[in-house]
């Protein structure tokens, strides 16, 4: 069957809002699939088979009508798509009355049935695109990345050309929606996916898939360039995707962009970068909004990949002297945000100079070096900020 019954009630309902005749569709077998009068969804409709059999349009007067079980005066026709006869479509009424709404009716059905399926296309292929994607960003072993190697080949991806992971999350859908009832998530994800597809910077090999209600991720194909270059580059693809979806729905966005590694096998490895620094940001509860390189963070990326246990023998000791006084740690958290200028976080925690410089000298009774005259100790507060 070309056409489903649920594509079809769903442009009946549209078109029947504005026109004020009933409308049915039948599929290749006469039986009626939509219709305006529910009670005959599913009835045998004689004259829309002999439409589909000569491939003509058949006008019914209502004399004529009564001659035929379950079929009214109108006018049914055959619509198209794809050059295949799709179906009919009967619109009730006097045949001369209703000429022009017919044809009307008739252009509008295939120009909503072309939209329906170029959207079931896009979504089936999104819906690959994001299977793919996944496959990519958490295959396991050889055997894993074989599979990863066959995917790309079935879908044309070159996974030799240089990517880095961007993840895209949208941070006031709900909020967006609420005060905006014609809005749905659907539609806001849709106009996500085609801005990233149909933009000016995207490319052949870009990879997109989406995540869940609010997240998106493109493994984003780029031609490596001097580190400042490459920056600004990435930044300014993000700013679009920022500025677009303020502009048509008022939607802050969080972008953060994984680092590049010249072995496509890495892709995770970026975005997991990306997810890092989001988690970071809530961790140290600063706001998400924004764009974020794995540039900006790469002492606290470089810092995930030490040893665990590692991490604790050099760092729990201290966190946990720390951890007795929590203002003490906040003030570490607070210094660390202020690069140790005790003035900016005496004013960023509403205390006297005095007090922070205070905490300061209880701070460096715990730790091994002064963090405000000893790079060490600068380095050390860092560390034990992030461990916690």
Partial sequence: MLLSQEIAQKIVDQIMENLGHNINVMNESGEIIASGTKERLGTYHAIAAKVIKEERRIDIAAEEAEKHDGVKAGINMPFYYDGKIGGVIGITGKPDEIEKPAKIVKMVMELMLEQEFFKERLYAKHHEHTLFTNQVLEYEGAAGWKEVEGWADQLEFDLSVPRRA???????????????????????????????????????????????????????????????????????????????????????????????????????????????????????????????????????????????????????????????????????????RHNMNLTETSKAMYLHRNTIQFRMNKIREILPWDPLHDERGRIFLHLLVWYR
């Fill in 166 to 336: 961007i993840l895209f999350r949208l941070l006031n859908s709900r909020e967006v929606l609420e005060r905006n009832p014609l809005y749905t998530i659907d539609r806001i994800k849709d106009t996500m996916l085609e801005e990233i597809m149909n933009s000016h910077y995207s490319a052949k090999e870009d990879i997109i898939g989406h995540l869940g209600t609010d997240q998106f991720i493109v493994l984003k194909a780029f031609q490596p360039k001097d580190r400042d270059e490459t920056m600004e580059w990435f930044h300014s693809y993000a700013t679009h995707f920022q500025r677009k979806l303020d502009q048509k729905f008022g939607l802050r966005l969080f972008v953060g962009i994984g680092s590049y590694y010249q072995s496509p096998k890495a892709l995770k490895d970026s975005f997991r970068e990306a997810k890092h620094i989001m988690r970071l940001l809530e961790k140290q509860e600063q706001k998400l909004e924004g764009i974020w390189m794995a540039e900006d963070f790469f002492l606290e990326l470089l810092f995930e990949h030490i040893p665990k246990k590692a991490v604790k023998h050099f760092l729990g000791i201290y966190l946990e002297q720390l951890s007795h006084s929590p203002e003490l740690m906040d003030t570490a958290v607070e210094l660390i």
